[in-house]
């Protein structure tokens, strides 16, 4: 079974520019979850699909967005990009019924410049 | 809002040790637990979870972790670590009926000497 696969693997970009991140989760799983692992931070939730539908949002600015596709595979996008927004951004997915875990992929590194 | 602590940021241990990380989360209601883990260079991976039931959970490569309510902790534990289980390890609560919101713990990462 292929595992939830993250592109791009890294990603480098300057202040003010616009990054997409995408992501494509485990064939039947219908629930795609966003975090940033910055340094220092932690993980730290970011937003939760399910359905295409935007389901659940972590404390970060609106900057920060993100859709789902009929696919079930999903693309965070980060506006205005600021230096503090380098960090790796996992995704992971699950299936939407009951207490599923979440499994994650390698994750996309942003370095912002 | 339901939050994770984890109180030791770096472990360093000898192959054959005992392992206890500590785990604590603040939440009033019914919680999932899990404990990820992260091999240098590689995802995270589930090592374990409780949801319900044996408040003693065991996981894979040895590990269990045990639920006490009463102290709102979840601590892992493995009788005797390997050089392979260098790692780092995050507990993560999400609440029951929360809209999935996984939150976790800032991570401990284990260092165990040959």
């Known amino acids: 079974e292929a595992g939830v696969t993250q592109s791009p693997t890294h990603l480098i970009k300057t202040r003010g520019q616009q990054a997409t991140l995408r992501c494509s989760p485990i064939s039947g799983h219908t629930s795609v979850y966003w975090y940033q692992q910055a340094l220092g931070l932690g993980l730290q939730f970011l937003l939760w699909y399910d359905e295409g539908e935007e389901r659940n949002r972590g404390n970060f600015p609106p900057r920060f967005s993100g859709r789902q596709f009929p696919n079930y595979s999903s693309e965070l996008n980060v506006n205005a990009l600021e230096l503090e927004d380098s960090a790796l951004y996992l995704c992971?997915?699950?299936?939407?019924?009951?207490?599923?875990?979440?499994?994650f992929g390698d994750g996309t590194r942003l370095s912002i410049l | 809002a339901q939050s994770v602590s984890q109180h030791n940021h770096h472990v360093i241990l000898s192959e054959a040790a005992s392992l206890e990380l500590g785990c604590n989360y603040s939440y009033g209601g019914t919680v999932n637990l899990f404990w990820y883990v992260q091999y240098p260079g590689q995802h995270l991976q589930l090592l374990l979870k409780y949801f319900s039931g044996d408040p003693l959970v065991k996981g894979i490569k040895g590990f269990e972790a045990e639920f006490i309510k009463s102290k709102f902790s979840f601590n892992l534990r493995k009788p005797s670590v390997q050089w392979s289980d260098t790692a780092e390890y995050f507990c993560a609560v999400n609440a029951v009926g929360g809209y999935q919101k996984v939150t976790f713990g800032t991570g401990t990462k284990l260092q165990v000497i040959p």
């Open positions: 992971a997915s699950s299936f939407r019924t009951g207490n599923q875990p979440q499994h």
